[in-house]
Protein backbone atom coordinates (compact mmCIF):
# COMPACT_ATOMS: atom_id res chain seq x y z
CA UNK A 1 0.00 0.00 0.00
CA UNK A 2 1.34 3.36 -1.12
CA UNK A 3 0.97 6.77 1.40
CA UNK A 4 -1.86 8.89 0.18
CA UNK A 5 0.79 11.75 0.02
CA UNK A 6 1.07 13.90 -3.11
CA UNK A 7 4.03 16.48 -3.37
CA UNK A 8 4.12 19.96 -4.50
CA UNK A 9 6.42 20.06 -7.81
CA UNK A 10 8.46 22.45 -5.44
CA UNK A 11 8.44 19.90 -2.48
CA UNK A 12 9.45 17.32 -5.03
CA UNK A 13 12.18 18.70 -6.03
CA UNK A 14 13.53 19.83 -2.69
CA UNK A 15 13.79 16.52 -1.96
CA UNK A 16 15.34 15.68 -4.57
CA UNK A 17 17.95 17.98 -4.62
CA UNK A 18 17.93 17.22 -0.78
CA UNK A 19 17.26 20.73 0.55
CA UNK A 20 15.79 22.27 3.24
CA UNK A 21 12.00 21.92 3.83
CA UNK A 22 9.66 23.61 6.80
CA UNK A 23 6.08 22.35 6.96
CA UNK A 24 3.49 24.94 7.22
CA UNK A 25 0.16 23.88 9.16
CA UNK A 26 -3.87 25.01 7.30
CA UNK A 27 -5.70 25.09 10.36
CA UNK A 28 -4.39 28.44 10.89
CA UNK A 29 -5.60 29.62 7.44
CA UNK A 30 -9.32 28.17 7.54
CA UNK A 31 -10.13 28.59 11.53
CA UNK A 32 -7.74 30.86 12.57
CA UNK A 33 -7.91 34.10 10.41
CA UNK A 34 -10.69 35.50 8.59
CA UNK A 35 -10.38 35.75 4.91
CA UNK A 36 -8.74 37.02 2.75
CA UNK A 37 -5.96 38.05 5.65
CA UNK A 38 -5.79 34.31 5.66
CA UNK A 39 -4.70 33.43 2.49
CA UNK A 40 -2.43 37.01 2.42
CA UNK A 41 -0.75 35.43 5.79
CA UNK A 42 -0.04 32.16 4.31
CA UNK A 43 1.30 33.38 1.23
CA UNK A 44 3.90 35.75 3.42
CA UNK A 45 4.94 32.66 5.45
CA UNK A 46 6.01 30.95 1.92
CA UNK A 47 7.90 34.03 0.98
CA UNK A 48 9.49 33.70 4.07
CA UNK A 49 10.57 30.51 4.51
CA UNK A 50 11.96 30.50 1.13
CA UNK A 51 13.99 33.97 1.47
CA UNK A 52 15.65 32.16 4.63
CA UNK A 53 16.66 29.33 2.31
CA UNK A 54 13.93 26.76 2.49
CA UNK A 55 11.31 25.14 0.80
CA UNK A 56 7.58 25.86 2.02
CA UNK A 57 5.13 23.20 2.13
CA UNK A 58 1.64 23.91 3.16
CA UNK A 59 -0.36 20.73 4.51
CA UNK A 60 -4.12 20.00 3.62
CA UNK A 61 -6.06 17.17 2.84
CA UNK A 62 -8.67 17.49 -0.32
CA UNK A 63 -9.71 14.62 -2.94
CA UNK A 64 -8.15 11.49 -0.79
CA UNK A 65 -4.95 12.73 -0.60
CA UNK A 66 -2.41 14.90 2.08
CA UNK A 67 -1.34 17.59 -0.03
CA UNK A 68 2.21 17.98 1.13
CA UNK A 69 2.75 21.82 -0.26
CA UNK A 70 -0.15 23.34 -2.19
CA UNK A 71 -0.18 25.25 -5.42
CA UNK A 72 -1.59 29.03 -4.89
CA UNK A 73 -4.47 27.80 -6.64
CA UNK A 74 -5.31 25.38 -3.63
CA UNK A 75 -4.26 27.76 -1.13
CA UNK A 76 -6.95 30.14 -2.84
CA UNK A 77 -9.27 27.06 -2.16
CA UNK A 78 -8.97 26.32 1.03
CA UNK A 79 -8.88 30.12 2.42
CA UNK A 80 -12.54 30.62 0.95
CA UNK A 81 -14.23 27.34 1.60
CA UNK A 82 -16.34 27.38 4.37
CA UNK A 83 -16.79 23.32 4.44
CA UNK A 84 -13.50 22.61 5.96
CA UNK A 85 -13.04 20.37 8.42
CA UNK A 86 -10.51 20.99 11.92
CA UNK A 87 -8.42 18.03 11.29
CA UNK A 88 -6.62 16.22 14.28
CA UNK A 89 -5.12 13.05 14.78
CA UNK A 90 -8.46 11.52 15.66
CA UNK A 91 -9.92 12.84 12.25
CA UNK A 92 -6.86 12.77 9.91
CA UNK A 93 -8.01 9.02 8.39
CA UNK A 94 -11.60 9.24 8.07
CA UNK A 95 -11.29 12.37 5.92
CA UNK A 96 -8.60 10.75 3.81
CA UNK A 97 -10.94 8.09 3.21
CA UNK A 98 -14.31 9.79 2.82
CA UNK A 99 -12.60 11.97 -0.15
CA UNK A 100 -13.37 15.30 2.29
CA UNK A 101 -11.92 18.20 2.92
CA UNK A 102 -9.66 19.67 5.55
CA UNK A 103 -7.23 21.40 7.27
CA UNK A 104 -4.57 20.01 9.72
CA UNK A 105 -4.05 21.59 13.00
CA UNK A 106 -0.50 21.15 14.53
CA UNK A 107 -0.95 17.30 15.62
CA UNK A 108 -2.18 16.51 12.16
CA UNK A 109 0.51 18.18 10.55
CA UNK A 110 3.16 16.96 12.43
CA UNK A 111 1.58 13.28 11.59
CA UNK A 112 1.53 14.46 7.86
CA UNK A 113 5.05 16.38 8.15
CA UNK A 114 6.78 12.99 9.29
CA UNK A 115 4.82 10.51 6.95
CA UNK A 116 6.79 12.69 4.37
CA UNK A 117 10.00 12.61 5.73
CA UNK A 118 10.06 16.86 6.88
CA UNK A 119 11.19 17.53 10.43
CA UNK A 120 10.96 20.95 11.28
CA UNK A 121 7.24 22.58 11.33
CA UNK A 122 6.84 26.34 11.43
CA UNK A 123 2.56 27.87 12.94
CA UNK A 124 1.77 30.14 15.30
CA UNK A 125 0.70 28.66 18.44
CA UNK A 126 0.12 25.24 19.53
CA UNK A 127 -3.03 24.28 21.23
CA UNK A 128 -2.93 22.98 25.08
CA UNK A 129 -4.24 22.86 28.36
CA UNK A 130 -7.80 25.27 28.10
CA UNK A 131 -8.33 27.18 31.70
CA UNK A 132 -10.98 25.36 32.98
CA UNK A 133 -9.84 22.31 31.58
CA UNK A 134 -10.63 20.73 35.63
CA UNK A 135 -14.03 20.60 34.64
CA UNK A 136 -14.12 20.56 30.67
CA UNK A 137 -11.28 17.63 30.59
CA UNK A 138 -10.11 20.28 26.95
CA UNK A 139 -6.63 19.37 26.45
CA UNK A 140 -5.80 19.40 22.96
CA UNK A 141 -3.96 16.85 20.96
CA UNK A 142 -1.15 18.71 19.96
CA UNK A 143 0.01 18.28 23.51
CA UNK A 144 0.55 14.48 22.91
CA UNK A 145 1.27 14.52 19.16
CA UNK A 146 5.03 16.85 20.66
CA UNK A 147 5.57 13.50 22.77
CA UNK A 148 4.65 11.07 19.81
CA UNK A 149 5.93 12.54 16.52
CA UNK A 150 9.62 13.36 16.01
CA UNK A 151 9.09 17.29 14.50
CA UNK A 152 10.60 20.20 15.80
CA UNK A 153 7.61 22.76 16.17
CA UNK A 154 8.51 26.50 15.66
CA UNK A 155 5.77 28.49 17.65
CA UNK A 156 5.41 31.37 19.98
CA UNK A 157 4.49 29.23 22.71
CA UNK A 158 0.93 28.12 23.44
CA UNK A 159 -1.79 30.45 22.56
CA UNK A 160 -2.76 32.76 25.67
CA UNK A 161 -5.72 32.11 25.78
CA UNK A 162 -4.98 28.43 27.68
CA UNK A 163 -3.65 27.82 30.64
CA UNK A 164 0.24 28.33 30.47
CA UNK A 165 1.22 27.05 33.70
CA UNK A 166 -0.85 23.64 33.07
CA UNK A 167 0.01 23.26 29.74
CA UNK A 168 4.02 23.35 31.04
CA UNK A 169 3.12 20.74 33.34
CA UNK A 170 1.56 18.37 30.88
CA UNK A 171 4.54 18.81 28.39
CA UNK A 172 6.76 18.26 31.11
CA UNK A 173 5.00 14.96 32.04
CA UNK A 174 5.05 14.37 28.35
CA UNK A 175 8.81 14.62 28.34
CA UNK A 176 8.67 17.51 25.56
CA UNK A 177 11.67 19.36 25.78
CA UNK A 178 10.03 23.17 25.55
CA UNK A 179 12.66 25.06 24.42
CA UNK A 180 12.80 29.06 24.81
CA UNK A 181 14.44 31.15 21.91
CA UNK A 182 16.17 34.05 22.53
CA UNK A 183 15.56 34.38 26.05
CA UNK A 184 14.49 32.78 29.62
CA UNK A 185 10.83 32.84 29.46
CA UNK A 186 7.98 31.32 27.96
CA UNK A 187 6.48 33.66 25.73
CA UNK A 188 2.61 33.94 25.46
CA UNK A 189 2.10 34.09 21.50
CA UNK A 190 0.69 37.90 21.34
CA UNK A 191 3.15 38.99 24.40
CA UNK A 192 7.00 38.30 24.74
CA UNK A 193 6.32 36.75 28.70
CA UNK A 194 4.11 34.83 29.77
CA UNK A 195 5.82 34.92 33.16
CA UNK A 196 6.72 31.30 33.19
CA UNK A 197 10.21 30.20 32.85
CA UNK A 198 10.58 28.58 30.23
CA UNK A 199 12.09 24.81 30.90
CA UNK A 200 15.13 25.14 28.35
CA UNK A 201 16.67 27.60 26.11
CA UNK A 202 18.93 27.34 23.27
CA UNK A 203 19.50 30.71 21.16
CA UNK A 204 21.29 28.91 18.14
CA UNK A 205 19.66 26.79 15.63
CA UNK A 206 22.25 24.78 14.77
CA UNK A 207 22.39 23.71 18.86
CA UNK A 208 18.59 23.08 18.44
CA UNK A 209 18.92 21.04 15.16
CA UNK A 210 21.24 18.82 17.04
CA UNK A 211 18.89 18.42 20.05
CA UNK A 212 16.25 17.17 17.47
CA UNK A 213 18.95 14.97 15.91
CA UNK A 214 20.37 13.61 19.24
CA UNK A 215 16.83 12.35 20.47
CA UNK A 216 16.43 10.25 17.73
CA UNK A 217 19.88 8.97 18.55
CA UNK A 218 18.87 7.72 21.79
CA UNK A 219 15.75 6.34 20.68
CA UNK A 220 13.50 9.18 22.43
CA UNK A 221 10.07 9.30 20.43
CA UNK A 222 8.72 12.61 19.85
CA UNK A 223 9.48 16.16 18.67
CA UNK A 224 10.43 19.53 20.12
CA UNK A 225 8.63 22.75 21.02
CA UNK A 226 11.17 25.53 20.49
CA UNK A 227 8.86 28.85 21.71
CA UNK A 228 10.16 31.33 19.91
CA UNK A 229 8.76 35.32 21.17
CA UNK A 230 6.87 37.27 18.75
CA UNK A 231 8.63 40.35 17.97
CA UNK A 232 9.06 43.31 20.57
CA UNK A 233 7.42 45.95 17.66
CA UNK A 234 4.75 43.34 17.05
CA UNK A 235 3.42 42.27 20.77
CA UNK A 236 0.86 42.84 22.88
CA UNK A 237 1.00 43.80 26.49
CA UNK A 238 -0.04 40.59 28.58
CA UNK A 239 -1.98 43.09 30.67
CA UNK A 240 -3.80 44.62 28.02
CA UNK A 241 -5.21 41.38 26.81
CA UNK A 242 -6.28 39.55 29.94
CA UNK A 243 -9.54 41.49 30.58
CA UNK A 244 -10.22 40.28 26.83
CA UNK A 245 -9.06 36.47 26.91
CA UNK A 246 -11.54 36.68 30.00
CA UNK A 247 -14.42 38.01 28.57
CA UNK A 248 -14.32 35.55 25.42
CA UNK A 249 -13.74 33.04 27.92
CA UNK A 250 -16.51 33.63 30.02
CA UNK A 251 -18.27 33.93 26.43
CA UNK A 252 -18.01 30.37 25.25
CA UNK A 253 -19.11 29.43 28.51
CA UNK A 254 -22.15 30.69 27.99
CA UNK A 255 -22.40 29.61 24.91
CA UNK A 256 -21.81 26.45 25.72
CA UNK A 257 -18.62 26.06 23.31
CA UNK A 258 -17.04 23.04 23.40
CA UNK A 259 -14.32 20.46 21.54
CA UNK A 260 -12.99 21.95 18.25
CA UNK A 261 -14.91 25.21 18.30
CA UNK A 262 -13.20 26.32 21.48
CA UNK A 263 -10.01 27.54 20.01
CA UNK A 264 -11.33 29.04 16.77
CA UNK A 265 -14.25 30.73 18.61
CA UNK A 266 -11.89 32.13 21.32
CA UNK A 267 -9.28 33.72 18.51
CA UNK A 268 -12.43 35.30 16.43
CA UNK A 269 -13.23 37.06 19.54
CA UNK A 270 -9.93 38.20 20.20
CA UNK A 271 -9.98 39.46 16.95
CA UNK A 272 -13.10 41.24 17.73
CA UNK A 273 -12.39 42.75 20.82
CA UNK A 274 -8.68 44.02 19.84
CA UNK A 275 -10.29 45.60 16.87
CA UNK A 276 -8.08 43.59 14.56
CA UNK A 277 -4.59 43.91 16.72
CA UNK A 278 -4.98 40.54 17.36
CA UNK A 279 -4.45 39.31 14.00
CA UNK A 280 -1.62 41.73 12.96
CA UNK A 281 0.37 40.45 15.97
CA UNK A 282 -0.05 36.83 15.04
CA UNK A 283 0.71 37.16 11.51
CA UNK A 284 4.18 38.97 12.63
CA UNK A 285 4.26 35.91 14.91
CA UNK A 286 3.76 33.40 12.56
CA UNK A 287 6.57 34.97 10.23
CA UNK A 288 9.10 34.93 12.70
CA UNK A 289 8.94 31.37 13.43
CA UNK A 290 9.10 30.43 9.47
CA UNK A 291 12.67 32.80 9.76
CA UNK A 292 14.02 30.31 12.95
CA UNK A 293 12.16 27.31 11.19
CA UNK A 294 14.09 27.50 8.20
CA UNK A 295 17.25 28.01 10.14
CA UNK A 296 16.91 24.99 12.11
CA UNK A 297 15.76 22.70 8.78
CA UNK A 298 19.03 23.94 7.28
CA UNK A 299 21.01 23.10 10.35
CA UNK A 300 19.70 19.37 10.13
CA UNK A 301 20.85 18.90 6.44
CA UNK A 302 23.80 18.22 8.34
N1 LIG B 1 -2.26 28.83 16.14
C1 LIG B 1 -2.83 29.93 15.62
N2 LIG B 1 -4.10 29.83 15.14
C2 LIG B 1 -4.75 28.64 15.12
C3 LIG B 1 -4.14 27.48 15.66
C4 LIG B 1 -2.90 27.64 16.16
O1 LIG B 1 -2.22 30.99 15.60
O2 LIG B 1 -5.86 28.59 14.63
C5 LIG B 1 -4.80 26.13 15.60
C6 LIG B 1 -3.70 25.09 15.41
O3 LIG B 1 -4.01 24.33 14.27
C7 LIG B 1 -3.74 24.25 16.66
C8 LIG B 1 -5.21 24.28 16.95
O4 LIG B 1 -3.24 22.95 16.46
O5 LIG B 1 -5.52 25.68 16.74
C9 LIG B 1 -5.51 23.79 18.33
O6 LIG B 1 -6.86 23.45 18.40
P1 LIG B 1 -7.43 22.65 19.66
O7 LIG B 1 -7.24 23.60 20.81
O8 LIG B 1 -8.87 22.38 19.34
O9 LIG B 1 -6.60 21.40 19.79
MN1 LIG C 1 -9.71 21.10 22.59
Request: aromatic share 2%; with cysteine; net charge negative.
Amino acid sequence: MTLPLTLSPDVAKARADGTAIVALESTIITHGMPYPQNVETARRVEAEVRASGATPATIAVMDGTIHIGLTDAQLETLAKATNVAKLSRADLAACLATGGIGATTVAATMICAHLAGIAVFATGGIGGVHKGAQESFDISADLHELAATPVTVVAAGAKAILDLPKTLEVLETLGVPVIAHGQPAFPAFWSRDSGLAAPLRLDDPAQIAAAHAMRARLGLPGGQLVANPIPVEAEIPAATLAPLIAQAQAEADAHGITGKGVTPFLLQRLFELTEGNSLSANIALVLNNARVAARIAQHLLG
